[in-house]
């Protein structure tokens, strides 16, 4: 495949071979077939030919930015070691493109313990074209809809089961407030704090990275709501207690304690046991007694 | 005596003389009256803002909402801030217009106090010691080993009823320590809502934590099976977590083979360092950590030790499928859960 795209585009311009020639050229190619099969299909079976086009323009973005990790046909790629390069997507489901790409830690910039979060690649268009692929190679978890997830008319009994269920199956790691929490060798939890909800239903539907699964069929769909109601009421409730010195526990509180509070001491001491200032010996002696 | 002037020699051989105090220079506000009223007055000014402030806590106090007003300044109560506030100030005040005081206006002598040896003159300590031996030959303590004897028996006999009410201030903890409420088909059950689990539900990767069903079991009345503190004391050795790996990643001991169901095991929750409750689990390594002391176990590998201060293994429950397919418990653990104790058998240390 890659040899021939190469003998195509060095027939395209054989004297300006360029490194995005090979990718430029399979994507038009594949652009092309999905927009002629979107062209030529019957009007009647519209839906049905739409998803083919979505498809085929997943399949496309795919071949550019995922297959050198994932595989050219999403199957993984398997290190000398026998460790994943880039893992199997077949089964992943169109959930975890969501996640994965619509919080830009897909595609990585660079190998490491995890996939950071950033600004994403792709827009909402092409994030679902990848979706539709992935989703096509096998049956797996798909993006919630926004009645699952949008936790707005959740009753307060229900909200304090959400928060029940957080901190049960997510403190371990997210931390009590939801600040995140770090893992060995360089992994981290990410903090929750402006996560969209969508993501974080995704996040617990499919376990990305080291984050266990918490599944449909244990961890209901009313559950997870639950969840992101407990955190969205958190995440706006003021702060009736102060700062939070960003909730992360005993070691932003106990810096500020140690650095502030004993500091401000320190300096009040030292003015205590200061010297005021004094008169030169000029003036006459018998003034002070 | 003899002390002293071993004390004056040592003196007298140091390299640079003794260059005694500094002289007394006067402050400002001890020579100039105008200076000296100055200070009265920053001092009283003090004292007076101490006044106010302590004035506007009690203003804050009824005039704000506790509550209300939630984010006002810099995301902050406007109750809370007021309140602390004032009420901080007005004692910053007094401290600050003390300090002041004392440092301007106060006498202003030099005073120098030395350092006496601690121990009491020689002719005392000789005539407690003489007093302590007259009284010594006086009781003929030495002389009488009858009455000395029965004396030590009665003090050491004394200590028996302290032993006899402490023993009976709770019963001893007989084997409790070594069993928990897991029986054989109790149910494993999500934590919070008491769902039932089938290993259909539960994905690769999957963490569950559970707590064994008779917790959310009510009697023939409606009431819970086990409520209040016997249930707090029993969900603190029963909490278990349920995951699920590759079953091709799972390296069972021998007699363990039988314990999970398709890749699906059962671990006891608690930490057998100091009995933290232990769920932070990274699917792709099968680690489980501890967050307190960072204690961790293989769970792909039958709870071994793989870093960190716990001495045993995380003890695993076996578990099975009743007859409607939900996941149960074989037994109860087959070893104690938590952290080491005294009687525990110290056979299985790994």
């Given amino acids: ?289 | 005596m003899s002390e002293d002037n071993h004390e004056l020699e040592h003196v007298a051989a140091e390299p640079i003389a003794d260059p005694g105090l500094p002289e007394h220079l006067p402050r400002p506000t001890d020579v100039d009256p105008v200076m000296e009223k100055r200070a009265e007055r920053q001092v009283a000014t003090l004292f007076g803002l101490s006044s106010v402030f302590a004035i506007l806590t009690c203003v804050a106090y009824f005039s704000l909402n506790i509550g209300g007003h939630p984010s006002v300044f810099l995301g902050m109560g406007a109750s809370t801030v007021a309140l602390g506030g004032c009420l901080g100030l007005a004692l910053l005040a007094i401290g600050i217009g003390a300090i002041q005081w004392s440092r301007k206006l106060m006498s202003d002598h030099e005073i120098v106090e030395y350092r006496h040896p601690a121990a009491s003159p020689q002719e005392d300590r000789d005539e407690a010691i003489a007093a302590l031996e007259v009284g010594i030959a006086e009781s003929g303590i030495g002389r009488r080993p009858l009455v000395r004897n029965s004396l030590l028996g009665a003090m050491a006999t004394l200590g028996l009823p302290a032993i006899v009410f402490l023993r009976d201030l709770g019963p001893l903890p007989d084997n409790k320590l070594a069993h928990t409420v897991w029986a054989k088909g109790m149910q494993v059950v999500q934590d919070v809502d008491g769902a039932k689990i089938k290993p259909e539900d539960m994905e690769i990767g999957q963490l569950v934590n559970a707590e064994p069903e008779i917790f959310f079991a009510t009697n023939s009345e409606g009431q819970p099976v086990i409520e209040g503190t016997a249930l707090l004391q029993a969900k603190a050795k029963a909490a278990v977590i349920l995951v699920r790996m590759h079953p091709d990643d799972i390296k069972a001991l021998p007699d363990r083979r039988n314990w999970g169901i398709d890749g699906i095991l059962c671990y006891s929750k608690i930490c057998t360092h100091v009995g933290c409750p232990i769920s932070l689990w990274e699917q792709q390594t099968h680690h489980l950590l501890c967050p307190c002391h960072q204690s961790t176990f293989d769970l792909a590998d039958n709870g071994k030790v793989i870093f960190g201060p716990a001495g045993r293994h995380l003890p695993q429950l076996p578990i099975t499928l009743d007859a409607d397919g939900y996941i149960v418990a074989q037994s109860d653990f087959t070893e104690p859960v938590g952290p080491s104790y005294w009687e525990r058998d110290r056979s299985n240390l790994t």
């Avoid at chain 1, 994943?84 to 969501?98: M, Q």
């Avoid at chain 1, 928060?163 to 060995?184: D, I």
């Fill in chain 1, 1 to 289: 495949m890659r040899l021939f795209t190469r003998k195509i585009s060095a027939r395209l311009s054989a004297r300006r071979r360029s490194r995005v020639a090979a990718p430029a050229v399979l994507i038009v190619a594949l652009l092309a077939t999905g927009g002629l099969v979107a062209v030529l299909s019957p009007a009647s079976a519209d839906k049905a030919s739409s998803d083919a086009a979505t498809i085929a323009k997943g399949r496309a973005l795919f071949a550019v930015s995922c297959s050198s990790c994932h595989g050219s046909n999403a199957e993984g790629v398997t290190t000398e070691r026998g460790n994943n390069y880039g893992p199997s997507l077949i089964g992943v489901g169109a959930a975890a493109v969501d996640f994965q790409v619509g919080t830009g830690r897909m595609p990585m910039a660079q190998p490491g313990a995890q996939a950071m979060q950033k600004a994403p690649v792709f827009n909402s268009d092409e994030i679902a074209a990848l979706a539709a692929y992935v989703a096509s190679l096998g049956p797996g978890p798909s993006i919630p809809t926004a009645d699952q997830y949008d936790g707005s008319g959740v009753t307060n009994a229900q909200m304090v089961q959400g928060g029940e269920f957080f901190r049960t199956n997510c403190t371990a790691c997210h931390n009590f407030a939801g600040s995140g929490g770090a893992l060995p060798k360089g992994k981290y939890a990410p903090a929750l704090k402006g996560v969209s909800s969508k993501h974080i239903f995704e996040a617990m539907l499919t376990g990305p990275q080291q984050m266990p699964v918490f599944s449909n069929g244990v961890l209901s769909p009313l559950d997870k709501k639950e969840i992101i109601a407990y955190l969205k009421t958190n995440e706006s409730a003021p702060s009736y207690g102060g700062f939070t010195l960003g909730s992360i526990g005993p070691v932003s509180e106990g810096m500020f304690a140690w650095l502030v509070g004993i500091g401000s001491l320190v300096g009040a001491g030292i003015w205590i046991t200061s010297g005021t200032s004094r008169k030169k010996k000029t003036t006459t002696k018998g003034a002070d007694a």
